[in-house]
């Protein structure tokens, strides 16, 4: 009998998923490892549904862009909760579509320790116009040393060039060492 | 010296580097797992063909898209070109960019404020 609720419950959630993916335009969620792999099977469904849906090229490209850079800031930078091992980059990603714009959402484990010099580099993006970011981004670039991973600290500068968005953000703290940081990348429809 | 050409994937670019020919190519898609592994044996190859270049280099950029990664590695070959500009000899950068594409011009001109070296911008369509 209580095989039977559970399974109910399961239904219902999976019922209350699908709606809510419907009416907000979620046409992806994910919560796994990511990889180089996952990186270009996602990139590739969403440029594939866009594609379908008519989305003017320079719109498919930017979110393409985006899409990338998030994904691939996850595979690099991501802290993980258990400390046995640091290979296994997880997060959250979602895509979701409204009537102006594209919201990339990715969301991943971050030591407590990290957050102020994330924080400081993204309230200085987000304190640039495009000018700024453009003289940023050359003077990162030229500084630059590539990380192990093959980071340059570039992709949230290229994040807020090509989207001439501000990138919004949030940390939630999950214990004393680690938070869950979410980052909102919105790229308009309309240009 | 040999002939590096290499054929692109979804997520690496084609590479043509001939010498003798005067072909000298990146275009196609730029956002491998391993960018340090990918660009070594290019990087490699461009410090090697800077020590006895051609008189007259033409160096042609046609990517429809690199990943920030990779535009570090764009601009340290841009890096090994100026030195052949210093050394006297002529070079000049093709950097291709789509109709659709303006962030592509655009990150052609952030390349060419920082490098000595002529740019000649081609725009082209599908």
């Known amino acids: 009998m209580s095989k039977e609720i559970e399974s109910h419950h399961f ?4 019922y209350q998923l699908y709606k809510t993916m419907k ?23 969403t440029e594939k549904n866009m ?19 998030c994904l691939q800031n996850i595979s690099k930078h ?15 990603v979602m895509v979701s579509k409204g009537d102006d714009s594209y919201k990339i959402i990715t969301g991943n484990v971050i030591r407590n320790s990290k957050i102020p010099g994330l924080k400081e580099s993204l309230e200085h993006i987000n304190s640039l116009d495009k000018a700024g970011l453009s003289s940023l981004y050359k003077q990162q670039i030229m500084e630059a040393k590539l990380s192990e991973k093959g980071g340059a600290g570039l992709g949230l500068i290229d994040i807020a060039k090509k989207t001439g968005s501000k990138l919004s953000y949030q940390f939630k703290e999950l214990n ?15 240009y | 010296m040999d002939v590096i050409n290499i054929k692109g994937t979804d997520d690496t670019p084609n590479v043509i580097l001939d010498k003798a020919s005067g072909q000298f190519e990146i275009s196609g898609r730029s956002l491998p797992e391993d960018v340090n592994m990918f660009y070594e044996p290019i990087l ?3 410090d090697q063909y800077a020590e006895e270049p051609n008189d007259h280099t033409e160096f042609c950029f046609k990517l429809e898209y690199f990943n920030t990664a990779s535009s570090k590695v764009i601009l340290d070959i841009l890096l090994k070109l100026e030195e052949i ?42």
């Open chain 1, 11 to 14: 239904l219902e959630f999976a």
């Open chain 1, 23 to 45: 009416t907000n335009e979620i046409n992806l969620v994910y919560e796994g490892e990511v990889t180089q792999e996952i990186t270009k099977t996602f990139t590739s469904l």
């Open chain 1, 51 to 69: 594609a379908r849906s008519e989305e003017p090229n320079q719109v498919q490209r930017k979110v393409f862009n985006v899409m990338v850079e």
């Open chain 1, 78 to 92: 991501a802290d993980t909760l258990s400390d046995e091992t640091d290979d296994d980059r997880r997060g959250i």
């Open chain 1, 176 to 190: 004393e060492d680690m938070s869950f940081f979410i980052l909102t990348s919105t790229i308009k429809r309309n």
């Open chain 2, 44 to 46: 490699d190859w461009i």
């Open chain 2, 85 to 126: 500009v210093e050394s006297g000899k002529e070079v000049i950068v093709k950097w291709h960019y789509h109709e659709d594409e303006e962030d592509m011009l655009e990150a052609g001109e952030e390349y060419a404020d920082i490098v000595e070296i002529p740019f000649d911008y081609v725009l082209y369509t599908d």
